[in-house]
């Protein structure tokens, strides 16, 4: 089953939180891309970012498991904010 079309309303990018087992040094930021990396008091890691469809979950997930890092939760926590349009550039033939 495919995601829905992002451009319909309510649809798109959902953001995910990926919980692991242990504590991930800063320097993993780099490897997760968009995601946040939140050490928390349990001794886990929570992974929060978007994934703009399944496919792109999957690759996170993929991630995850190259890394060796034992995957404990994966949540979707709801759609990820819009993304503005490109600012429009000014057209130069404006006012003649």
């Known amino acids: 089953m495919s995601d829905p079309p992002p451009d319909r309303p309510g649809h798109g990018?959902?953001?995910?939180?990926?919980?692991?087992?242990g504590h991930?040094?800063?320097?993993?930021?780099?490897?997760?891309?968009?995601?946040?990396?939140?050490?928390?008091?349990?001794?886990?890691?929570?992974?929060?970012?978007?994934?703009?469809?399944?496919?792109?979950?999957?690759?996170l997930l993929r991630k995850v498991r190259d890394a060796g890092l034992p995957l404990l939760c994966v949540t979707q926590v709801g759609l990820a904010p819009p993304t503005p349009p490109p600012p429009i550039p000014d057209d130069p033939h404006a006012g003649e």
């Not at 990018?13 to 087992?21: K, L, M, N, Q």
């Not at 997760?32 to 970012?49: E, P």
């Open 24 to 59: 991930l040094s800063p320097r993993w930021a780099a490897w997760f891309g968009d995601l946040t990396l939140t050490a928390m008091s349990d001794g886990t890691t929570v992974l929060r970012g978007p994934a703009v469809d399944q496919a792109a979950l999957h690759g």
């Open 13 to 21: 990018p959902h953001r995910y939180e990926i919980r692991v087992d």
